[in-house]
Structures are given as structure tokens and as C-alpha cells.
Nanobody
């Protein structure tokens, strides 16, 4: 079992940056590919970025070149650095394993991009 707690969201102006963090409990964290997902109002949840246990990354086209996912297996954390944010990035952001497991969803962290 893995428990995930997201943090770091907030209100930011267009063009700004935020860094999200996800703390995972459970020693099996290091066995999973981890992902950051987001859900905007009225839209389905989507995968934004993922990172394998070895550090290989993959990004959605909409965030490629702006977002960077990283992980620290020693600390059981996965982070998402978000740069050049736009209003279209406004959403609740979640971390989960990839492929997602419904039992692992946390509360998420709200990111609002607005002037």
C-alpha cells in the first residue's frame, strides 16, 4: 500500500513557476513508475508527466519543455517543476503510480494560474 500527499500548489500569475511535491509512504515506492496527473474543472483527469524508477521521463505534449518531473528514491518523494505557467494549467494536481491505481489517489493540490 502507498499513501501519497501532494503539496506546493497555489495561485500564480501567467508566466510564473511553481514546484509541486509528493511525499509517499511505504517502502515499495521505489518499485513504481510515478506520475503527476491533473484534473481541470469539467475535464477528465489526465497524465501530465511520469518518471520510471531509473529516472526516465515522459511528458504530455501540452507541458513538454515547461514541466520537469523528478524523484528522490531515498526520500520517497516525486516533484514537478512547472515553468511558464498559463491559465490552461489551472487544475488540481495529483501524484499516483503509473498506471494509476484508484486506491492511491490523495487529496491533490490546487494550482490556479490567473492574473
Amino acid at each position: 500500500q502507498v499513501q501519497l500527499v501532494e503539496s506546493g500548489g497555489g495561485l500564480v500569475q501567467p508566466g510564473g513557476s511553481l514546484r509541486l511535491s509528493c511525499a509517499a509512504s511505504g517502502r515499495i515506492f521505489v518499485l513504481y513508475t510515478m506520475g503527476w496527473y491533473r484534473q481541470a474543472p469539467g475535464k477528465q483527469r489526465e497524465l501530465v508527466a511520469r518518471i520510471t524508477t531509473g529516472g526516465n521521463t515522459n511528458y504530455a505534449d501540452s507541458v513538454k519543455g515547461r514541466f520537469t518531473i523528478s524523484r528522490d528514491n531515498a526520500k520517497n518523494t516525486v516533484s514537478l517543476q512547472m515553468n511558464r505557467l498559463s491559465p490552461e494549467d489551472t487544475a488540481v494536481y495529483y501524484c499516483n503510480v503509473f498506471p494509476q491505481r484508484d486506491a492511491f489517489w490523495g487529496q491533490g493540490t490546487q494550482v490556479t494560474v490567473s492574473s
